[in-house]
T-cell receptor, first 116, second 114 residues
């Protein structure tokens, strides 16, 4: 079975541009979360989506947005890119949803975004 | 809100020696605890998790961790490390039930020395 897949694997953008990152969860998983991992730090929670609705949001500016599609895949969009947005962006999928027992989150390999 | 502190940013250890990576958490409610491993240029892989029950949790690759509620700790241990264990290890916490927001520590780099 395929794990969590993310595309692209690497991306270079210029300041001020926007970027779209994509994530396909494990088949049957309805919850997708996004994390930002800056070099040398632990991942920071950005968004969680469950059944196509936003269920949680971390402390990130409105330049960051996301959505989940009917097939449960997800996109993370970042507008007006800053140098500080350079990071590894991780997507995680899980069976967990609202008011469910928390279980494992399965992570993709990530998208390495470099803003120049 | 929950938080996680990993007390050591780097831990060097000789091959076949035991290792302990320390993790303390803070939360006013019940939590679930996890250890993840990240190899260079890779995503995160779950090593083990504590949800409830026995406080000693065994994971993959010979790792284990012990949940200590009174000390709010969840230290990771391995009795004999291998070169292939060289990686970064993240302790993480999530509130029991509800949203799958995971709060990670800053990570500990384990360097196994031949």
């Amino acid at each position: 079975d395929a794990g969590v897949t993310q595309s692209p694997t690497h991306l270079i953008k210029t300041r001020g541009q926007h970027v779209t990152l994509r994530c396909s969860p494990i088949s049957g998983h309805k919850s997708v979360s996004w994390y930002q991992q800056v070099l040398g730090q632990g991942p920071q929670f950005i968004f969680q989506y469950y059944e196509k609705e936003e269920r949680g949001r971390g402390n990130f500016p409105d330049r960051f947005s996301a959505r989940q599609f009917p097939n449960y895949s997800s996109e993370l969009n970042v507008n007006a890119l800053l140098l500080g947005d350079s990071a590894l962006y991780l997507c995680a999928s899980s069976l967990v949803g609202l008011r469910s027992v928390s279980t494992e989150a399965f992570f993709g390999q990530g998208t390495r975004l470099t803003v120049v | 809100a929950q938080s996680v502190t990993q007390l050591d940013s780097q831990v060097p250890v000789f091959e076949e020696a035991p290792v302990e990576l320390r993790c303390n958490y803070s939360s006013s409610v019940s939590v679930y605890l996890f250890w993840y491993v990240q190899y260079p240029n890779q995503g995160l892989q779950l090593l083990l998790k504590y949800l409830s029950g026995s406080t000693l949790v065994k994971g993959i690759n010979g790792f284990e961790a012990e949940f200590n509620k009174s000390q709010t700790s969840f230290h990771l241990r391995k009795p004999s490390v291998h070169i292939s264990d060289t990686a970064e290890y993240f302790c993480a916490v999530t509130l029991s039930g509800g949203y799958q927001k995971v709060t990670f520590g800053t990570g500990t780099k384990l360097q196994v020395i031949p």
